[in-house]
């Protein structure tokens, strides 16, 4: 069992810092506590430099590598939701929301008699029939949830 290391976790996680090199702050280029590949400690230290030492929000940024519009990001994020507003958040949808009630009873409908699953002739019909552009995979994961869930 080889023994995993912090660079593969904050990779897997998201928070491993694309451009280390760009962070010009003293205190991250000494080894010890600090680490310049670890993304969401580079961003709270940012944001404690802009706020506790008076830099300004343009300089803070550029000191630890980043973009003014990553500081704003960040900091809104912050006083959100304190330090796990800093952590990386999954991207686009969180669940399958063109698949509403009427889209699954209309699937539901034209499954073959069977009870096979043509997916993509079904998006085809979902998209002709209400205007919703369904990719076929969806629909798939839809019905295999439904059978689950009988």
Do not use: C
């Not at 998201?14 to 280029?29: I, V």
């Not at 010890?32 to 803070?60: I, S």
């Amino acid at each position: 069992m080889t023994k995993e290391s912090k660079r593969d976790r904050l990779r897997q996680m998201g928070a491993l810092n694309p451009r280390p090199e760009g962070l010009r702050a003293p205190w991250f280029r000494e080894a010890g506590f600090f680490d310049p590949l670890d993304l969401v400690q580079v961003k709270y230290e940012m944001l404690r430099h802009a706020r506790q030492d008076g830099t300004n929000k343009a300089d803070a940024a550029a000191l630890f590598g980043l973009s003014r519009q990553t500081y704003y990001q960040a900091e809104a994020a912050f006083e959100r939701d304190g330090i796990a507003g800093l952590l990386p958040r999954t991207r686009g949808p969180k669940s399958a929301h063109k698949l509403t009630g009427e889209v699954m009873r209309l699937v539901e409908e034209h499954l073959d008699a069977n009870g096979e699953l043509q997916a993509r002739s079904l998006a085809e019909l979902v998209h002709s029939r209400l205007g919703v552009s369904v990719h076929p995979r969806s629909i798939e994961r839809a019905v295999a949830r439904k059978k689950k869930e009988r």
